[in-house]
Every structure is written in structure tokens, then in C-alpha cells.
């Protein structure tokens, strides 16, 4: 599997892992009455989910560690962990949009990488630990 594909479940099961932490932590969402509800989910332990969440964080701020990868790491910070909108995100970081998608490219090979080798992925088996 490629490494930004590894970077994208990840990445989904974080952002469904934070949402789901704000919301239980007292976060109320407006329902929707009209459409039915999805369901039973299942959700992990909220301290593995936690553990989940601040290993997804330290592993990306890790893999983009170097000096000369500031600007990737600022990227990282805003646009994956803040879910900031896009061209927002592009303003804050504050290059170009080409260069801001062939970092957003780099940073995902890297923190893809990264993360499947210290098995956070694939997230099910995090969790069966």
C-alpha cells in the first residue's frame, strides 16, 4: 500500500476519532429530524481512542522534524490537524498554491510512511492491541 494511502485511513479514523471525542465531551451537534439516523458505530475505549488521536499527532510532527521542513510541518499542523479550509490553509502557510500541494503531497509520503512503521496502521489493529 502506498504511503499516502496509509497517511488517508489514518487520517480519516483520526478526524472520526476527534469529532467523536469533542462531541462526547459535551459538543452538541445540530440533529437533522428530516434524515434517519446512521446507526450503531462502533467506537473504541475513550482513552485508546485518545492514545489514538495524540499518536497521530506525534508521529506526523516526527516524521517532519528536519529543520529545512518547517513550512511542511506548519502545513501539517494547520490543514490535517485543524481541518482548516483549503484556501485558508494555503493563506496561513503562506506559499504558493503549487507549492502548497506538492507539500501537501510530501507530507503525506512522509507521515505515511512513518506511521505504518510504528504501526498505527492499519487503524483495526491498533485497536485489537
Not at 459535551?26 to 434517519?36: C, E, I, Q
Request: charged share 30%; aromatic share 14%; glycine share 6%.
Amino acid at each position: 500500500m502506498k504511503a499516502s494511502e496509509v497517511f488517508d485511513a489514518c487520517h480519516g479514523r483520526y478526524r472520526s476519532l476527534q469529532e467523536w471525542l469533542d462531541e462526547s465531551t459535551g459538543k452538541v451537534r445540530a440533529v437533522n429530524l428530516d434524515s434517519p439516523s446512521s446507526g450503531y458505530q462502533w467506537r473504541p475505549a475513550r482513552s485508546r481512542a485518545c492514545e489514538f488521536v495524540a499518536d497521530f499527532e506525534r508521529i506526523g510532527k516526527q516524521a517532519l522534524r528536519r529543520p529545512q521542513w518547517k513550512g511542511r510541518l506548519k502545513l501539517f499542523e494547520i490543514y490535517f490537524l485543524h481541518a482548516m479550509e483549503y484556501r485558508d490553509a494555503i493563506k496561513l502557510v503562506g506559499v504558493a498554491e503549487g507549492t502548497f500541494d506538492y507539500w501537501l503531497q510530501e507530507v503525506k509520503r512522509a507521515v505515511g510512511r512513518e506511521l505504518s512503521r510504528c504501526n498505527l496502521f492499519p487503524p483495526s489493529k491498533y485497536f485489537q492491541a
